[in-house]
Structures are given as structure tokens and as C-alpha cells.
């Protein structure tokens, strides 16, 4: 027997398609001499430092760093999970060969191998390599298999990373924790390769746009009259203005001496040239895209983006992979169009005249086999639902998909652009028209409001100048000069903050480093040098919300006292982005055979020793506010969690012999019982201070 292993359901009901066919079984297709199980994504999570030692369970410095060298891995906590996974080990011991059908890239590779190895697979293992469900794909890729062996570096690069965001994460993570503690802070100072840099992208924008001072200059603008035809144009500063770094002119009398000169004297068109323009529509959606125009649209949370997504493929099976990173399709989906268009009409009514309008044969710029990574784009299915029974998001979010869809089978837009340069009183003003001559796919989104694809940035006004010819005279009715201002760069929003994720690579000051980010995306479009993936951009952004990292301050999102201090306790190191590049040029390495697994982990232990011994050295920098002890005068610390037992309040100088402990009352420390606190007397003997009034 053979056996597939695919990395989703959807995978596995593709290549028993492949196969000729098959009868569906409790956790996999029975297709005769072979048989077809699936994954639910990973099957088995690392192994938690409490699982190697109990007395981890508990956060002591003394124990830090810990270094759970080889690592392992159990089954996922989720109760499905591990019921498919017995069934995959079930299936792997009577097999006689086996076919990998993980995704193409790192994570699908170690998702199969590292099941492979928890079984301790011995049998031959093939590789298939599928990114696309497509059935003539899967055909294709089904006769093209290669030795499961060739890809053993792309396991271990995966894996590298998966154990060094561990290590890194809960050793500094505690690490950070139990010296900010000591100084009576109350919560987790979570620290993480990507985590970490996202807050200092927001921490940085807060105190760029805080200390920004305006420098003024100023604009001359003109509004010209050439028979009927009347448009703005801005004044071209010449080489004897004086102007500042950025060439605008920053002389207000000079500024106003001009736009007196010119007004209502004759002017002369110089040169007018009219190009024609065509703009493709919007690629189809990948995660991330569709997050940020969910959020800009419809004021959802990445998150929620996301878990809707998912319902709207496993459940309602609506729509294809959501987790995506790609925004291409491959060229055998094209075939897909009719299907898929007709699915969408009677799923969607709002969309039906547009599926209709919509011309199958014509062939986007989407649909390029080449640049469809381990998963092509998020769009719609040829399955039907009743639109009514989805919830209103679902609803939002699944004619998001459906119009990006249907806009690659609309025309493109076309419109005409003019340049116009004028002279008058021997000063030049420039201007640039745009003209819509065929509206195109744009007509799917003339409602949306805020979309940077419909913008015609080079245009000054949308008047038709197309009958503008060198020579032409006319007049400058009026020009004023105006005082602008350089604004501070804005604070984030969701939007722009997810869409900087893409782009990180910008903020590293190492110039070899950055070009090595912008180079690990350079087979990604939309990506270019980002840090994190579209499967966990989402989650940890919502741990920097739920650990109180990050707020929203009406639409933007700005750092809390905590999130800045954290900025500033931590070394460059943890909160720039440097570390992932260093991190891929070292996989990538890995993947290549040209470096060992193990020594990046050595050598990232060392600089995670390097960093704990800073701590345990130098503390934390770190301005918290904390009751003190009315018995020693260190900081209290809230301690337990919400059950039964609820949260009481204990000193920090716990260990150096302070045993004061109170209850808690709404966060705050309280004592009930004035008894509790004399239970035990001052070492030296004199008498214990005043509780604080917080206190009772």
C-alpha cells in the first residue's frame, strides 16, 4: 500500500481526483493500492520546557537559560487533531511506501516530516509537489515525483526556525518578565523575533510623529484660462529661487513677488504632449491584502479576518485556501472562469449583473503559473450557498474575494494623460490631466472610497487639456502664494501598519542585511522584505493588544506607557528586524546544505546566554509603579490568576526574607484582616510602616 500524506483535506480529495478516484474512509480515501490521509496543518507542536522538567513550571532566574537540546515534539492540544494524526500512524505501519504531499516550500516540507519521524517511518518516501488542486496540475505533478531525501534541507531550515523562535522567545520572554517583576511590574514582558520588531515599528512612529517640528515653505499656483478651457497648474521653481533641501521654494516674499508678476498677464503654452494609459485591475486577494482593505472597508481586526476567512472555506466552502501569501493564479484555473463566475451570480445577487458583464476569455495578468508560490490566490469556488444564511461579515468579506475576482475578467481602464508646461512673464507652471476613456474594471469599484488602486496619482485635475497644442495663448487669471507645512509622519493605522509588514526590510540600517530581507521575498509579489507570515501577522498583533503593548486611539494605533518603556528596556538586537535577516541568510544556507542545523542553533544560544547574563547583571530599565510593601518597603507583585482561588498580592523581596502577603480587591492590594500582616515581624525589629490608603 501507498500511502499520501496532504497537508489539507482539500490537497487530498485533489489528488484521489488524480488517482481515478476513491472510496472515502474515517480519516482518509481508500483508492485501492493506495490510500489518501490528510493533515489539519501541524499535527504535532515543540515540546514546552515544563514538558522536559517540572520545575519549570515555575519562573526562576536560576534556571534561565533553558536549553532543551535536541528538542521534541508532541501531538497538538486540539482533540481532531490528534484523532487524524492516530489515524495518519494507523495508516503509516501498514504501508509499504509513502508520498509526500506537504506544501511546496519550508513549513509544508517539515508539516509531513516531522509526522514521518514521530512514527519512526522507515519505509521509501517520494515527494509530490502541488500548489495548485487544479486536477490537470495534479495529474502532472503526480507523474514528476522525486526522492522525498532532496528536500531534507528545507525540513531542516523549517525546523531551525521553529526551535530558535522557541528558545528565543520563552527564554528572554522570562528572562524580561522575572527582572521586571523584581521592580514590581505586574504582567508578561513578552519578547519575540517578529512580535518585538512590530512594536518597535509602532513605538518609532509615535515618537517620530511627537517630535516632529513643522518646516514651512511655500507653493505659487496659477489658474490659467485658454479660451474655454480653464485648469490650476503649479509654478516650476528655476535655478535662482531660493528653495530648501527638498527644492520647494522657502522665501515668502519671493514666493508672493512671483504670483504678483504672473496675475492676469498672457501666457503661453510651451509644450503639451497626451499619452494614452492603461492600469490592469487589482491582483486577486492574498491574506494580507484582503486584511488591510477589510479593515480600511469594514473596520475588522486582522483576526477576525482571518477566522472568517476560514469559516468561509471549511465551512461554506466558498472560497479557496485563506491563508495564502500569493496574489497570482495559476494558468489551468483560467479554464475555472465560466464555473466559478456562475457560482458567484447565484451565491451573490449584489454581484450577479457584474459576473454577467464579466468576459471569461479575457486572460489578467493574474494568471501566470510562474509566480504562484506554495498557494495561489484567495478566490472564489465553484460551490453555492444561500447568501442569507451567511452572517453579514462573511457576507462583506466573501463579495470582497468575489469582486477581485470578477475585476480580472473586466476590461482594463484606459484614460488619457496630458502634460502641459506654461509660460507666463517668463515663469513656468506644470500641470498633468487625466481623462477616462474607458472605464473599465474600475467601474466595479467607483464606490470605494479611500482605494489607492483608483487613484491617478500623477494628475492635478481631471480637465481634458488633450486639445492643448505648443504656441497656444491664453491667460494667468489669478496665482496666490500659500504656506504649506512638512507633516509628521503619520501614526499607524491597521491598514498601513499591515501593509508596512510587508516592507520592514527599509527600517534595518545594516545595508547587506536589508538587501538580504528584500532578497528572501524576491519571488513573492506585494512582499518585499517583510517579517512574519500572513498565517501569524494577524495573531501577533493581537497579542500586542491583549498584553497592553498596543491601543487604538480613534482609526490609529499608538503604544501604551508599557510598550514604550519595553521599547526602551531592550537591546537593538531584539527590536529591529535585523534578526530575521540574519535568520534567513542562515536557512537559507541550511536549505542549500551549506550549513548545519545544529550550529545555528548553538550560536543562537549563545546569544541568548549572552542576553539572560545582561539581565541577571543590569535588570531591567523599566519605570513601574508598584504599592510597596508596608512591611520592607519593596514593590508588591499581583500574583495567581482568575479561578477559584483568585489573584492576592506578595512582596518581591520574597526571597531576601519578606513574607507580607494581603488580598486583592478590584487590582489593588487590601487587607482584610489587620492580623495577616503581623504574622511576622520585622527582621530588625522596628516597627512596620502604614499600609497605603489603596490598601484599607
Known amino acids: 500500500m501507498q500511502l499520501f500524506i496532504a497537508e489539507k483535506p482539500e490537497l487530498a480529495k485533489a489528488i484521489v481526483a488524480g488517482l481515478g478516484g476513491g472510496q472515502r474512509r474515517e480519516g482518509y480515501y481508500d483508492c485501492g493500492a493506495n490510500c489518501v490521509t490528510w493533515c489539519y496543518g501541524h499535527m504535532l507542536k515543540l515540546l514546552n520546557p515544563e514538558d522536559y522538567d517540572v520545575r519549570y513550571r515555575k519562573w526562576t532566574m536560576d534556571d534561565l537559560p533553558i536549553i532543551n537540546i535536541p528538542w521534541h515534539r508532541k501531538p497538538a492540544d486540539d482533540a481532531g487533531r490528534q484523532a487524524q494524526l492516530k489515524t495518519i500512524i494507523r495508516l503509516l505501519k501498514t504501508a509499504n511506501s509513502v508520498v509526500h504531499a506537504g506544501d511546496p516550500d519550508e513549513e509544508g516540507q517539515l508539516l509531513v516530516d516531522e509526522i514521518l519521524a514521530y512514527a519512526e517511518c522507515r519505509v521509501p518516501v517520494q515527494r509530490l509537489l502541488i500548489n495548485d488542486n487544479n486536477i490537470k496540475v495534479v495529474r502532472r505533478q503526480l507523474g514528476a515525483m522525486r526522492d522525498n531525501r532532496d528536500f531534507a534541507g528545507l525540513s531542516a531550515a523549517a525546523d531551525a526556525r521553529s526551535a530558535g523562535d522557541q528558545l528565543y522567545g520563552f527564554n528572554l520572554t522570562r528572562g524580561y518578565t522575572l527582572a521586571a517583576r523584581a521592580k514590581g511590574y505586574q504582567g508578561i514582558v513578552s519578547v519575540g523575533r517578529v512580535q518585538t520588531p512590530i512594536l518597535g515599528l509602532v513605538v518609532r512612529r509615535c515618537k517620530e510623529n511627537a517630535a516632529h517640528r513643522p518646516v514651512f515653505y511655500y507653493e505659487v499656483q496659477g489658474t490659467f484660462a485658454f479660451g474655454d478651457i480653464r485648469f490650476p497648474a503649479r509654478y516650476k521653481c528655476a535655478d535662482e529661487d531660493p528653495v530648501d533641501d527638498e527644492g520647494r521654494p522657502n522665501n515668502l516674499e519671493h514666493a508672493t513677488r512671483i504670483a504678483e508678476r504672473v496675475s492676469g498677464q498672457p501666457a503661453k503654452i510651451l509644450a503639451a504632449a497626451t499619452r494614452q494609459s492603461e492600469t490592469a485591475p487589482p491582483l486577486p486577494y492574498n491574506l494580507l491584502k484582503l486584511q488591510i482593505d477589510a479593515s480600511r472597508k469594514l473596520e475588522l481586526k486582522p483576526h477576525e479576518v482571518k477566522a472568517i476567512t476560514q469559516t468561509l472555506r471549511e465551512k461554506h466552502r466558498l472560497i479557496t485556501y485563506n491563508r495564502s501569501d500569493c496574489e497570482y493564479l495559476s494558468e489551468e ?364
Open 333 to 696: 484555473q483560467h479554464e475555472d472562469a465560466p464555473a466559478v463566475l456562475a457560482a458567484v451570480a447565484k451565491t451573490a445577487p449584489l454581484l450577479g449583473i457584474a459576473a454577467g458583464r464579466a468576459e471569461p476569455a479575457l486572460r489578467s495578468r493574474a494568471f501566470n503559473s510562474s509566480k504562484v508560490s506554495a498557494h495561489h490566490a484567495i478566490i472564489p469556488t465553484d460551490a453555492m450557498a444561500d447568501f442569507a444564511a451567511l452572517t453579514d461579515d462573511e457576507q462583506n468579506i466573501y463579495l470582497l474575494i468575489a469582486r477581485a475576482y470578477i475585476a480580472q475578467f473586466w476590461p482594463k481602464h484606459r484614460s488619457d494623460l496630458t502634460e502641459v508646461l506654461v509660460e507666463v512673464a517668463g515663469h513656468r507652471f506644470a500641470t498633468t490631466s487625466a481623462v477616462t476613456t474607458a472605464l473599465g474594471w474600475k467601474g466595479l469599484y467607483k464606490n470605494d472610497a479611500g482605494n489607492e488602486a483608483l487613484r491617478d496619482s500623477a494628475a492635478d485635475t481631471h480637465e481634458d487639456l488633450r486639445i492643448l497644442a505648443a504656441a497656444r495663448t491664453g491667460a494667468c487669471l489669478s496665482a496666490i502664494a500659500e504656506r504649506a507645512q512638512t507633516r509628521p509622519p503619520a501614526l499607524y493605522t491597521m491598514p498601513s501598519l499591515l501593509s508596512d509588514l510587508t516592507s520592514v526590510a527599509k527600517y534595518i540600517r545594516d545595508n547587506r542585511l536589508r538587501r538580504v530581507l528584500v532578497e528572501k521575498d524576491s519571488s513573492k509579489e506585494g512582499e518585499h522584505g517583510g517579517i512574519g507570515t500572513p498565517a501569524t501577522r494577524d495573531a501577533i498583533i493581537k497579542t500586542l493588544f491583549d498584553r497592553g503593548y498596543l491601543a487604538e486611539q480613534g482609526q490609529s494605533i499608538i503604544a501604551t506607557p508599557a510598550g514604550a518603556e519595553l521599547y526602551d528596556a531592550l537591546p537593538d538586537a531584539a527590536k529591529y528586524p535585523d534578526m530575521t535577516a540574519i535568520w534567513h541568510e542562515q536557512q537559507k544556507a541550511i536549505s542549500a546544505g551549506a550549513y548545519d542545523m545544529r550550529s545555528f542553533i548553538r550560536q543562537l544560544v549563545e546569544h541568548i546566554a549572552e542576553e539572560i547574563a545582561a539581565i541577571k547583571q543590569n535588570g531591567v530599565k523599566m519605570q513601574v509603579s508598584a504599592p510597596s510593601c508596608p512591611s520592607c518597603g519593596e514593590p508588591l507583585r499581583r500574583i495567581g490568576k482568575k479561578d477559584k482561588k483568585g489573584f492576592f498580592w506578595g512582596c518581591s523581596g520574597f526571597a531576601d526574607g519578606c513574607a507580607f502577603t494581603c488580598g486583592d480587591k478590584a487590582g489593588q492590594p487590601y487587607r482584610a484582616s489587620p492580623s495577616r500582616g503581623r504574622r511576622r515581624r520585622r527582621p530588625d525589629g522596628r516597627k512596620r510602616p502604614a499600609l497605603p490608603s489603596a490598601m484599607g
